[in-house]
Nanobody, 119 residues
């Protein structure tokens, strides 16, 4: 099993920045990649960004250039740097981990962290 612990959400004004963190624990050797998804009220959960152990990244097209995903040197913590935030970025952001041989989204989810962008 893998446990994911998120931090870094909060309230920010439009144009501001936030950095989310997610630390993985447990059977981390089984993790091929980690990522972020988000869910706004009344909408489906959607991909934000993913990164594999080899460093391969993927982003939602609409977020490229504003959001950056990265990991620490041990590849056990994933970060999401969010710049130039917009009110439409308001959502609960979920950390996700994918095992080897599985597709996105992976099997493991964090509890979610609220990001609210005020206009």
């Amino acid at each position: 099993q893998v446990q994911l612990g998120e931090s870094g959400g909060g309230l920010v004004q439009a144009g501001g920045s936030l950095r989310l963190s997610c630390a993985a624990s447990g059977s981390i050797f089984s993790i091929h990649g980690m990522g972020w998804y988000r869910q706004a009220p009344g909408k489906q959960r959607e991909l934000v960004a993913t990164i594999t152990r080899s460093g391969s990244t993927d982003y939602a097209d609409s977020l490229k250039g504003r959001f950056t995903i990265s990991t620490d040197s041990a590849k056990n913590t994933v970060f999401l740097q969010m710049n130039s935030l917009k009110p439409e970025d308001t959502a609960v952001y979920y950390c996700n981990a994918r095992r080897y041989g599985r597709n996105w989204p992976g099997d493991y989810w964090g509890q979610g962290t609220q990001v609210t962008v005020s206009s």
